[in-house]
């Protein structure tokens, strides 16, 4: 497994799982968005709370690769790192099957913020992890 700025173990529950027994590609996106907004937490910032400021990230793309299939019971760990691409954050998110760290999926999400109705260039997260760079 390569370095992540943040990183989260999660269980998979039975009900994620389809008819054969694996779970089923919507809930990958799921546990991504969940990785991403514990991110969030871990900078001392909330997804509501950023709406009540007038901020909101809105996603603009996804792409998933997915590679082995996890199942239920299964532990795994959700990853992310991120970038910038001009007003773009683009969020490198991976999970792996944590008793053997096998790559489940190879994730990239593309957000975008708003601020009061108008899109930024991400100001908004710029300060929020100025804290990481040190």
Do not use: W
Not at 14 to 28: A, H, T
Not at 44 to 63: P, Q, T, Y
């Amino acid at each position: 497994m390569k370095d992540y700025i943040y990183k989260q173990t999660i269980k998979v529950r039975d009900y994620e799982c389809d008819l054969q027994g694996v779970v089923n590609n919507s809930n990958y996106q799921r546990y991504m968005e969940h990785t991403r907004h514990e991110f969030l937490e871990s900078l001392g910032e909330n997804f509501g709370k950023m709406h009540d400021k007038g901020v909101d990230a809105f996603v603009s793309r996804v792409d998933i690769r997915y590679k082995t299939s996890l199942r239920s019971g299964d532990s795994f760990i959700s990853c992310l790192n991120l970038s910038k691409e001009g007003p773009k954050l683009i969020f490198h998110q991976d999970i792996y099957r944590a008793s053997d760290h096998t790559q489940a999926t190879k994730g990239k999400v593309e957000i975008v913020v708003v601020e009061n109705g108008k899109l930024t260039r991400g100001e908004y997260f710029d300060k929020l992890l100025e804290g990481l760079k040190k």
